[in-house]
């Protein structure tokens, strides 16, 4: 979207890789009503989705536990991550269908109706990346799959089901510090008739 605050000057690749970094030089109009001329780098990632999936028959949310380099990288523990199924919506694929996707291949199952939650910025000072969030509702019929993700992607997963108050005291204590995660949550929470909590 356009605004007459703002002017974008130039836009550089650095980097592209997994992610791709791109500086951008821009002129904004500031809160004092000066014109300011600043750069700044841009991790550019494609939107993705996550889906929290509550097993009614267990009455308990399936979360996944992955190692994740970046939280190793900042010494959080022992780098393996407490987070809700997810994954990068693929060229062609809608938010819907790569949450569907994504809750199968990680969780095991055949997620049929998406509650959507909300849409979120993971981190808006540092990348273009947006989660389109849903729940799902599942029973032991539809796990259709053992999950733990792709072996193709190198995705070594497993699975964790908690009650909504063990999974609440987990943000609570900060055991789970996933922002999609915690968000997802806390949606559940303030919506527990929903699974019927």
């Not at 523990?77 to 919506?89: R, S, V």
């Not at 996933?178 to 919506?191: F, R």
Request: charged letters at 30%; a negative charge.
């Amino acid at each position: 979207m356009a605004s007459d605050r703002v002017d974008i000057i130039s836009r550089k690749t650095l980097f592209e890789g997994w992610n791709r970094i791109v500086e951008y030089v821009f002129r904004y109009h500031d809160s004092k009503g000066r014109d300011i001329e600043r750069s700044w780098e841009v991790s550019e990632r494609p939107e993705a989705a996550a889906v929290l999936v509550f097993d009614r028959d267990l009455g308990r949310f399936v979360l996944v536990r992955q190692f994740r380099v970046p939280v190793y990288a900042m010494g959080e523990g022992d780098g393996f991550f407490l987070e809700t199924a997810a994954g990068l919506i693929d060229k062609g694929e809608t938010p819907d269908e790569a949450a569907i996707r994504e809750a199968r291949e990680e969780t095991g199952y055949a997620v049929e109706t998406l509650i959507p939650a909300y849409r979120i910025v993971s981190a808006p000072g540092l990348m273009t990346e947006k989660i389109h969030c849903y729940t799902a509702i599942v029973d032991a019929s539809m796990r259709v799959a053992e999950g733990g993700g792709l072996a193709d992607e190198h995705e070594d997963i497993e699975l964790v089901t908690l009650s909504l108050e063990e999974a609440m005291d987990m943000v609570a204590t900060g055991a789970i510090s996933d922002a999609k995660t915690v968000v997802m949550l806390q949606w559940a929470a303030m919506n527990r008739q929903v699974f019927g909590l």
